[in-house]
């Protein structure tokens, strides 16, 4: 019945049964995006990728199925929709979905006030290896939490 996973794109995204999860990565630096793409990958995640806030809207609508998704990481600073906008879209319409940010930007105001609204980590570029597999154990583990 399912069908086997593609090497890029959704399809890989849902296929593979040693995933440990799969990940939205926004932003709107391609390298950016490659590299934690990358990363997370090689760690074991199944990864899909946006370069902006409407673009991550637009891949969660048009996804197989949006319950699919584990972890969404983005960046806040981006054109069209920006991060903040799509976090607010995100935890009202898919409040099941753990949030990270990671940012090149990092305003310890701005860290606090969406750690206090449920975002799960609030990372700094260049991002340490560690820290980002720590915030998606820490985010997948939440996840878990919630569905209890």
């Known amino acids: 019945m399912s069908q086997p996973a593609q090497q890029s794109g959704t399809g890989a995204m849902f296929g593979g049964q040693n995933c440990l999860g799969r990940v939205l990565v926004v932003d709107d630096e391609p390298d950016v995006r490659r590299v934690v793409r990358m990363t997370l990958e090689k760690a074991g995640y199944g990864v899909i990728e946006a370069e902006n806030g409407e673009q991550a809207v637009q891949e969660v609508k048009s996804g197989e199925n949006p319950l699919l998704l584990d972890v969404i990481l983005t960046d806040i600073r981006m054109p069209k929709m920006n991060g903040l906008e799509a976090i ?60 209890l």
């Open 88 to 147: 607010q879209f995100f935890q009202s319409e898919f409040p099941h979905v753990s949030l990270i940010v990671l940012t090149g930007f990092p305003d310890l105001n701005m860290a606090t006030s969406l750690m206090q609204k449920g975002i799960v980590d609030y990372l700094v570029k260049p991002v340490d290896k560690e820290k980002l597999l720590g915030a998606m154990a820490k985010a997948m583990e939440q996840r878990e939490i919630s569905h």
